[in-house]
Every structure is written in C-alpha cells, then in structure tokens.
C-alpha cells in the first residue's frame, strides 16, 4: 500500500497509525482520509491485528484540524460529498471490528477532534488541547463533531462549545468525559499499549460485539430499531462462536484462555 500522508506499523498484534503532515500540523486534507479509509478497509480482517492506535507524528499535534484551503472555494455540492466522505470513514472507525484508540498528542482541533471522537478510547497527553472551531470559518465540523460531542459530554456543554469555538485542555476534557485518560507525553504511548494489551487478551468477537451494542445504542439497532434487542441477539450470537466454548471452559477449569476470534 503506498501512503503519502500516514505511516503504520504493526507490533504486537497492534496496528500503529501515524497521521504524518507535522509541516501542516497533520492537518486532515482530503488524501489523508481517503488513505485512513483504505488502511482500515485492508486490516479489517488481517488476523495479525487485534487492535488499532492512532497518533499524529511529533509532540505538537494529534491533528490540527481540516486543510481549509482545499475547500475554501467549494460549491455546497462539493461540501456535502467531502462531508459524506469523511462520514463514511469515521464510521468505519467507530464501528470497526477491534479495539481502536486515538493517543492525542497536542491539538485536536476540528476534523482532528472528530477523528479522536470517532476512536473507541482516547488517552490525551498533558499538551492536547481540543475543540470544534469551525463557527469562526462561518461552517460546521461536518466529520460527526455535531453528534459525537454531545453524545461524550452532553447537549448543554456540546452546544457551548460548538457555538463558541472555543477549546478546551486536557484536564477540561477527562472532566467532561471526552477522554478517558490524561498523562504526561512520555507516557502517551505505553498507556495507551497497557489499555490495548488488556482489551486484547479477551474474547475478540464479544470485544466486537460490545462495540456493535454500544453504537447501537446511539445510532439505532440494526434489528427492529431497538438496541436492547441487538444486545438480545448478539448475546446469542456469541453462544455459537469457538470464543465462548474456550471462555467458558477455560473459566470452569481455571486456566488462562486462548482465544482464537472465531
């Protein structure tokens, strides 16, 4: 796969993506979701991966927002293809089938906050600084901001923050519940590896069916529009899988399972 704008890496079973603009502050332009897309599509299934993290190369910035100058001249068609798209993509993000978290690493602004919105997990160094400023361009984030925000910290602080543009630290953030740990830089990384470590060793279809139950949830279930009855059916769906038989004797005769994600 050749890659202009990310870098990746696999160790350990995880899949390290790195958005890799630092000139333009990693900057999310059009070619950098398409290449995020692509990535995602071809590890879906790729049996050496059981987990996903996403950082932005350098100390300064996770991703700093859109490139406005590709859009600053668009037609609304146009924005609501670019809008389209980059839906497309930070869905299959948030539904995707193993564990992804976003390390946050400096700014998270704009398109950046959504893309850490649409990780399973966020971990923000004690640097990053996040927000929705779109309002002073005259737009709206139109990467999910409008939805995930609010269903993160709720409606009256979301619609502050959105109206306002204004950002917010760290340690506003894991108030708030927007991220799940705050750490120093050098220990970004190897806490967001203790997390993913720990998600991994478990059962990776039930680890992929939480994440179904959960967006469902939000998004509404895929079976008769309820989310408790998608938990009913992938509860039973579970009983068929070689993970629960290896989960449940494993339990019953007190040893460490061996999961195969099947």
Request: negative net charge.
């Amino acid at each position: 796969m050749q890659l202009e704008n990310l870098a990746i890496d696999i160790r350990e079973n995880i899949l390290y993506i790195t958005i890799n603009r630092p000139k333009n502050l990693n900057a999310l332009n059009i070619k950098t979701i398409v290449e995020l897309d692509e990535v995602f599509e071809e590890y879906m299934y790729n049996d050496d991966v059981k987990g996903v993290i996403i950082t932005g190369s350098g100390e300064k910035s996770f991703v700093a927002g859109a490139d406005i100058s590709e859009f600053a001249d668009f037609t609304p068609e146009q924005g609501r293809t670019m809008s389209e798209n980059g839906h497309d993509t930070f869905d299959k993000i948030e539904m995707y089938n193993k564990p992804v978290i976003a390390a946050v690493n400096g700014y998270a602004l704009g398109g950046g906050c959504e893309l850490a919105m649409a990780c399973h997990i966020r971990v923000a160094s004690e640097n990053a600084i996040f927000g929705q400023p779109e309002v002073n361009l005259g737009i709206i984030p139109g990467y999910g901001g409008t939805q995930r925000l609010v269903e993160l910290i709720g409606k009256g602080k979301a619609l502050e923050l959105l109206m306002t543009g204004d950002s917010i630290n760290a340690a506003l953030a894991k108030e708030l519940g927007l991220v799940n740990y705050v750490v120093s830089p050098e220990e970004l990384m190897p806490k967001c590896e203790e997390i993913m470590k720990k998600i991994i060793g478990k059962g990776p279809v039930a680890v992929s069916k939480v994440v179904q139950c959960v967006n469902a949830h939000f998004r509404g279930g895929g079976y008769v529009g309820d989310s408790y009855q998608t938990e009913i059916t992938q509860f039973g769906q579970c009983m068929e899988t070689e993970d629960f038989v290896e989960g449940t004797t494993a339990f019953l005769n007190k040893r460490k399972p061996e999961f195969k994600g099947k």
